[in-house]
């Protein structure tokens, strides 16, 4: 088992910025590959970003590329996700989620979630 707990969400001001944090309990974090999905209100679960377990690998949705950038700290059992430049849009709980195998985009490809962080986004 992983758990998962989500911090750093909050409310910012349109062009600001937001930086997530994910920690996870197990000591064999550095095995697991990470990804940030958001849920907005009255819509599905998205993909934001993911990591491989080594952090030599990174893919974003192209709505969050050049703005937000996921890295992770395998000494400290955390994942991270900075949001620059964020928009309205982007409002949404955040969730992180962690799985024993290669870098993937699909929240079924998933098997632990944390739950969740509110980002709002304010115009």
């Known amino acids: 088992q992983v758990q998962l707990v989500e911090s750093g969400g909050g409310l910012v001001q349109a062009g600001g910025s937001l930086r997530l944090s994910c920690a996870a309990s197990r000591r064999t974090f550095s095995n697991y590959a990470m990804g940030w999905f958001r849920q907005a209100p009255g819509k599905e679960r998205e993909f934001v970003a993911a990591?491989?377990?080594?952090?030599?690998?990174?893919y974003y949705a192209d709505s969050v590329k050049g703005r937000f950038t996921i890295s992770r700290g395998n000494a400290k059992n955390t994942v991270y996700l900075q949001m620059n430049s964020l928009k309205p849009e982007d409002t949404a709980v955040y969730y992180c989620?962690?799985?024993?195998?290669?870098?993937?985009?699909?929240?079924?490809?998933?098997?632990?979630w944390g739950q969740g962080t509110q980002v709002t986004v304010s115009s």
């Open positions: 989620a962690a799985r024993l195998s290669t870098i993937a985009t699909m929240t079924d490809d998933y098997d632990y």
């Open positions: 990591i491989s377990w080594s952090g030599g690998s990174t």
